[in-house]
């Protein structure tokens, strides 16, 4: 069984920042689940994505900065109680 690693990133261009971004997204990889892209939704739960890829391909027009665990927590809490996002 191995361990499960996630990356997040925040969702940023068009004058948004690490600290106030458009949105925030994650790929979690490990042997069991293979790769699952995941971006937080307006109904504050994680569902799938293909932004991820997406921007790898150049084919994304904001810009995707990753981020520490912590400050994606951060990020998502901020969504969760309303703003400043």
């Known amino acids: ?6 990356i997040y990133y925040a969702i940023t261009g068009g004058g948004k920042t ?17 790769i699952v892209d995941e971006a937080l939704h307006r109904d504050l739960q ?6 991820i890829v997406e ?3 150049a084919s994304f027009d904001d810009e995707l ?3 520490s665990e ?8 901020a969504f969760r109680a309303g703003g400043p996002y």
Do not use: L
């Open 1 to 6: 069984m191995s361990e499960e690693k996630v």
């Open 18 to 34: 690490v600290d106030a971004p458009h949105g925030i997204v994650r790929r979690r990889t490990s042997d069991e689940i293979g």
């Open 46 to 51: 994680w569902h799938g994505t293909g932004i």
């Open 55 to 57: 921007w790898e391909h």
């Open 65 to 67: 900065e990753e981020v």
């Open 70 to 77: 912590e400050k994606a927590m951060q990020i998502v809490e």
